[in-house]
């Protein structure tokens, strides 16, 4: 009795320790060694221009910059989650200048590239190969769930000045152990350097195996990541001049309960950014209210004085 008790007793010590690798496990980011370029890289806060520097702008440099950024929105979906997939093409979608939906599997009821994969990451893996492939001269790139609302203009305004051909990966930073990466609720914006290096690692299965490791697997936003990281490509917060963030992974409701927890006098200033990009967790309903407080609700007589116009893809019909 006594010695089945003692084996009882090392059997749960035995199960504890194995249970203490695995969570350590978890937070180890595999194959990730620190190279020169991690050690040098400081965490860079991405911010748009202010409107001093574009009023410097001649009126034809305006004119070219709002007609050169141009973005191609990964829109991830799920057949079983169709009325999030039709209120994403039915709201937002239709301000990028090229929106495609990608599946896990074909689905009559609306057009998407289906992937046929179940795996999170490969199924992110195919679509931003596919992305890359076919994006012709757009040269940024959005990734986001079809459950993120976003405004494609503020977008734009965030990388008015940046240069497509320098690597960028910005959104909502997070960080998990050594690791910083976009956190992929609130929105996943690439430039086009960042995805062609991005799918240049993709042939390298040890650096970025396309299914991950089955001991220690990644979430696809970390996945995503841990292969940028290899390429010397690094996680950037998007924020406005006043540093606060614009890539929200809630309701524009929960910020506002947020803020008035922090500030009840004033909730708008603990609120959000006015230029904003995402938010997230809304309802089809909700989204659909977002469109209209933000295309279209607007006070007579009030004028925004913005420096520039993104106009709407060609033949949109977009708000």
């Not at 990734?143 to 965030?158: D, G, H, S």
């Not at 997070?174 to 609720?185: A, F, H, I, P, R």
Request: glycine share 8%.
């Amino acid at each position: 009795m006594l010695s089945e008790g003692s084996s009882f007793m090392k059997g749960m010590a035995l199960g504890g320790i194995f249970c203490l690798l695995l969570s350590l496990l978890g937070s180890f980011t595999p194959g990730m060694q620190s190279s020169p370029e991690d050690q040098h890289h400081h965490h860079h806060h991405i911010k748009a221009p202010t409107n001093d520097e574009l009023q410097s702008l001649s009126e034809p440099q305006m004119l070219e910059l709002s007609q050169k950024v141009r973005v191609y929105c990964v829109i991830m979906v799920q057949p079983k989650v169709l009325v999030y997939w039709a209120t994403a093409k039915d709201t937002w979608g239709k301000h990028c200048d090229q929106a495609v939906f990608y599946s896990s599997e074909s689905a009559k009821a609306l057009e998407a590239v289906d992937l046929n994969e179940q795996d999170e990451w490969a199924k992110l893996h195919k679509a931003l190969k596919h992305a890359y492939d076919n994006s012709g001269d757009l040269r940024w790139f959005f990734v986001a769930r079809p459950t993120t609302f976003a405004i494609i203009e503020n977008l734009k305004y965030l990388v008015l000045a940046k240069d497509p051909n320098e690597p960028f990966y910005i959104g909502h930073t997070m960080k998990s152990g050594e690791l910083e990466y976009v956190e992929y609720e609130s929105g996943i914006v690439l430039s086009y350097e960042a995805l062609r290096r991005l799918v240049n690692v993709f042939k390298d299965g040890e650096k970025c195996p396309e299914r991950g490791r089955s001991l220690w697997k990644l979430s696809e936003e970390k996945q995503l990541a841990m292969c940028l990281k290899y390429t010397g490509v690094f996680a950037e917060n998007g924020e406005d001049t006043q540093g606060k963030g614009l890539f929200n992974s809630k309701s524009v409701g929960s910020l506002i309960e947020d803020g008035m927890s922090k500030n009840s006098l004033d909730v708008v200033e603990g609120c959000c950014s006015d230029l904003a990009i995402t938010f997230s967790g809304m309802s089809p309903n909700q989204m659909q209210v977002m469109m209209f407080g933000v295309y279209r609700l607007r006070p007579y007589g009030h004028n925004f004085h913005d420096s520039l116009i993104f106009l709407p893809p060609e033949g949109s019909d977009n708000d």
